[in-house]
């Protein structure tokens, strides 16, 4: 389960905060997509999430155990702290898939379930049945396409049973046949996971498919479906 209360994010002094005592909920199986401008903060928010960048205010929280707070450490446990709350609790599925060419598909998708020390073979050979890739386990990555390496990338982020995914436009590279597959697979398999989802997208096929359909403009999460917040925060996600 994903809290995010009252985050704060600026890059310059002057101006509006790029994210604005921004609010989220997501639990444990649920997912949300964030559409919004560009340059409205999107990217920013995951690499929040992800304690790739420190927040200036607010808290952000998984599974109880709060990233912002970590933050405040000096830099030495931050850095081994979010390093380690990375491995255990987080997967990241990139724009540009992230994976390592000298590796072969399964060697990839191992890749972090080995840094985690929780190497699961069977979970790994069902996620990729269930992607469609497990042929492809010994092929080198130059021998795979766009789609599949995308779902190479897919079994990755999932392999090490992560509550949480964050994917940054994990279909932005695909065209439209592979785009549906890919993200009707990442939304399936994070459903039966019981893994929250949050999607960054600029696609309208790809961000209705989520349980809530949110959109970043002025530093806060509204909903795309509702226009009144009562009718925002009554929804099973709450973002303000
Ligand atoms: N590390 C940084 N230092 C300074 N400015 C940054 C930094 N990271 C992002 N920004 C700025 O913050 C703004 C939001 O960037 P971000 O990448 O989050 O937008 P986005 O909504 O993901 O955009 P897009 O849809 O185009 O990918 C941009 O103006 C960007 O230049």
Redesign the pocket.
């Known amino acids: 389960m994903l809290t995010i209360k009252d985050l704060k994010k600026s890059?310059?002094q002057t101006g509006a905060p790029?994210i604005n005592n921004l609010n989220l909920t997501v639990k444990a199986g649920e997912s949300v997509s964030i559409q919004?401008?560009?340059?409205?903060?999107?990217?920013?928010?995951l690499?929040l999430i992800a304690g790739f960048?420190t927040p200036d205010g607010g808290d952000i929280a998984v599974n109880g155990l709060s990233i912002a707070s970590n933050s405040k450490l000096d830099n030495t446990f931050k850095a081994r702290d979010i390093d380690n709350f990375r491995k255990q609790h987080l997967g990241i599925v990139f724009q540009s898939f992230n994976l390592f060419d000298c590796f072969n598909a399964w060697d990839n998708i191992a890749f972090t379930a080995r840094l985690k020390g929780n190497v699961d073979n069977d979970y790994q050979l069902a996620l990729m049945e269930q992607l469609g890739i497990l042929p492809l386990a010994q092929k080198p990555l130059s021998q795979l396409s766009g789609g599949e390496q995308q779902r190479c990338a897919i079994a990755r982020a999932l392999v090490h049973r992560p509550s949480l995914i964050l994917a940054?436009?994990p279909t932005g590279n695909l065209d439209e046949t592979t785009s549906e597959t890919v993200s009707d697979l990442l939304f399936k398999t994070c459903k039966e996971a019981n893994t929250s989802l949050v999607v960054?997208t600029?696609s309208q096929d790809v961000a209705v498919k989520a349980d809530a359909a949110l959109r970043?403009h002025k530093g806060v999460l509204e909903s795309v479906n509702c226009e009144s917040p009562e009718q925002t925060l009554s929804s099973p996600i709450a973002a303000s």
């Open positions: 890059f310059s790029l919004g401008a560009s340059g409205c903060g999107k990217s920013t928010l690499s960048e940054d436009e960054v600029h970043l």
